[in-house]
């Protein structure tokens, strides 16, 4: 009787939770178009409350809008050496993002190649269906946390459940009636403990 699985014994790959996370106003001090590391700042708890999300299993998956680099006001290589620097210090935490998805792009301002009304940008889905394909994430048992409408218009047109948190645009919310069921938090803190309680519901479906 073989004690461990041999490698021809098929197994289901099984899709995995994810919790999709904006990134300025969620994770960051909202700060108009920051792209400076020097202005970069950690919401209060936010990499512990990741930590506690990553532990309970969820793939941990940033997807942000940067129109400022459709605008001209930063490039998409400042985008990725900040994003570095925030991949660091959340290791200092123990934290390891499983990707982050940009949109540089914008409906009608700015210049060529970003110029266009894309896909990728949120309200639309386009980044959580591309890192559902690459990661094989299960929608219907993610997550979306933002703090502007169209995360929530995001995550929902992806099929997650889609949160908001009063932080950045968030403290002054205008949710339409659509919208009127999405639960509201202070902080990604509380919507992370919310997420763990609700996550471990659904494994024991
Ligand atoms: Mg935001
Ligand atoms: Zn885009």
């Known amino acids: 009787m073989p004690s461990h699985p041999s490698p021809l014994t098929p197994h289901r790959k099984t899709a995995r939770r994810a919790v999709f ?17 020097e202005d ?36 998409l290589e400042d985008v990725e050496r900040l994003h570095r620097h925030m991949c660091a210090e959340l290791q200092k935490y123990g934290v390891i993002l499983d990707g982050i998805y940009i949109c540089p792009h914008h409906p009608d301002q700015g210049q060529p190649p970003y110029n266009v009304d894309c896909d990728c940008r949120k309200g639309k889905p386009g980044m959580l269906l591309q890192a559902a394909r690459d990661l094989n994430i299960d929608l219907a048992a993610s997550f979306m946390v933002g ?42 803190p509380s919507t992370a403990a919310y997420i763990v309680r609700k996550g471990i519901f659904f494994s024991s479906q």
Do not use: W
Not at 24 to 37: A, P, Q, W
Not at 48 to 67: E, M, P
């Open 21 to 37: 996370l904006d990134r300025d106003g969620t994770i960051n001090v909202e700060k108009d178009y920051l792209y400076r590391i």
């Open 40 to 75: 970069f700042e950690f919401i209060p708890g936010v990499p512990q409350a990741l930590k506690r999300l990553q532990d309970a299993g969820f793939l941990l998956v940033v997807v942000t809008n940067q129109s400022g680099v459709a605008r001209g006001y930063y490039a």
């Open 147 to 188: 703090d502007k409408l169209t995360d929530l218009e995001a995550g929902h047109a992806a099929g997650c459940q889609s949160l908001l948190v009063q932080t950045g645009y968030g403290a002054t919310p205008m949710l339409p009636p659509s919208l009127t069921e999405t639960r509201i938090f202070a902080a990604l």
